[in-house]
């Protein structure tokens, strides 16, 4: 069975830190991760993806296999930037996704 | 532009109530999705359909049914709520195995 773990429900940080959102995962063939991101009174939508190894607003995030690992990255946190974070997962052709229990980012003045 | 668009933002039933949640996109995607979303506890998987008229039960599919007639349209039902069906419903819509696209959320209050 396929499951995401992100172990931090809340995190806080100051505006300018680095900001780390942990996600492992399990999954026994060779699965496509993501990070969707909730701002407040939106639409959950898609940060980054891993095939795509883009930046996108200064995330990064890579998959390490051996750790079985996609923990999001950024190195100067901005105000903006607070928001509720899933990671996820699909192995299917469906793209069926399964997702993380979520981190609410919050980046503090 | 994708859009998804669901029927109501808020929404408060009874219990025993059958509730329909209704979920369109725009953009001719193939597969649709509903989620529930509760704190603490992610999104979860309720059905998904990859084409009109199919239909897979996700990770938590008791209390609940769908419906795909045409393909731009993708209903949840609740044959009969429950408490324990309080929450945000969020509907979802994507291409073959690609980006997921996301509707606005209904809130569903069962009393």
């Known amino acids: 069975a396929q499951r995401v773990t992100q172990p931090e429900k809340l995190l806080s940080v100051f505006k300018g830190a680095p900001v780390e959102l942990k996600c492992n995962y399990s999954?026994?063939?060779?699965?496509?991760l993501f990070w969707y991101v909730q701002y407040s009174r939106q639409r959950l939508q898609l940060l980054l993806r891993?095939?795509s190894r883009e930046s996108i607003k200064g995330f990064t995030a890579d998959l390490n296999k051996g750790e079985t690992s996609f923990h999001l990255k950024k190195p100067f946190a901005q105000e903006e930037d607070s928001a509720m974070y899933y990671c996820?997962?699909?192995?299917?052709?469906?793209?069926?996704?399964?997702f993380g229990q979520g981190t609410i980012l919050t980046v503090h003045p | 532009d994708v859009k998804v668009t669901q029927s109501s933002r808020y929404l408060v039933k009874r219990t025993g109530e059958k509730v329909f949640l209704e979920c369109v996109q725009d953009?001719?995607?193939?597969?649709m999705f509903w989620y529930r979303q509760d704190p603490g506890l992610g999104l979860r998987l309720i059905y998904f359909?990859?084409?009109?008229?199919?239909?897979e039960k996700g990770d938590i599919p008791e209390g609940y049914s769908v419906s795909r007639e045409k393909k731009e349209r993708f209903s949840l039902i609740l044959e009969s709520a429950s408490t324990n069906q309080t929450s945000m419903y969020l509907c979802?819509?994507?291409?073959?195995?690609?980006?997921?696209?996301f509707g606005p959320g209904t809130r569903l209050t069962v009393l």
């Open positions: 979802a819509s994507s291409p073959r195995a690609n980006e997921q696209f």
């Open positions: 999954y026994s063939g060779s699965p496509e």
């Open positions: 891993h095939i």
């Open positions: 996820a997962l699909t192995g299917t052709s469906y793209g069926k996704l399964t």
């Open positions: 953009m001719d995607h193939e597969n």
């Open positions: 359909s990859y084409d009109v008229k199919m239909k």
